[in-house]
């Protein structure tokens, strides 16, 4: 079992920065690959970033590449997403993810076990 909890989100305006923390605990051997993705109201969960464990391949989605950056410190089993030049196509509810492959890691179901979120409120 591995728990996430996330942690740093808010509301900003458009062009402002959040970071968010995502610390894991419990049998963090396992978790190869970290992840983030958000869901919307109404929509479905999606991916925004991956990290392998040495921290030396990052995925990103197309809508956040140049604006958001993903980095682990795996001393302190800590996932981060610094999240810059904020939109309020951004708002959304955003989840770490802890993946034992990296076979489906833009894909949700290619994760074993999830955080309980942390909203980020982008306004115009």
């Known amino acids: 079992q591995v728990q996430l909890v996330e942690s740093g989100g808010g509301s900003v305006q458009a062009g402002g920065s959040l970071r968010l923390s995502c610390a894991a605990s419990?049998?963090?051997?396992?978790?190869?690959?970290m992840g983030w993705f958000r869901q919307a109201p109404g929509k479905e969960r999606r991916f925004v970033a991956a990290?392998?464990?040495?921290?030396?391949?990052?995925v990103y989605a197309d809508s956040v590449k140049g604006r958001f950056t993903i980095s682990r410190d795996n001393a302190k089993k800590t996932v981060y997403l610094q999240m810059t030049r904020l939109e309020p196509e951004d708002t959304a509810v955003y989840y770490c993810?802890?993946?034992?492959?990296?076979?489906?890691?833009?894909?949700?179901?290619?994760?074993?076990?999830w955080g309980q979120g942390t909203q980020v409120t982008v306004s115009s």
């Open positions: 419990g049998r963090t051997a396992s978790s190869y690959v």
């Open positions: 990290i392998s464990w040495s921290g030396s391949i990052t």
């Open positions: 993810g802890s993946a034992q492959t990296h076979s489906r890691i833009i894909q949700a179901a290619g994760y074993d076990y």
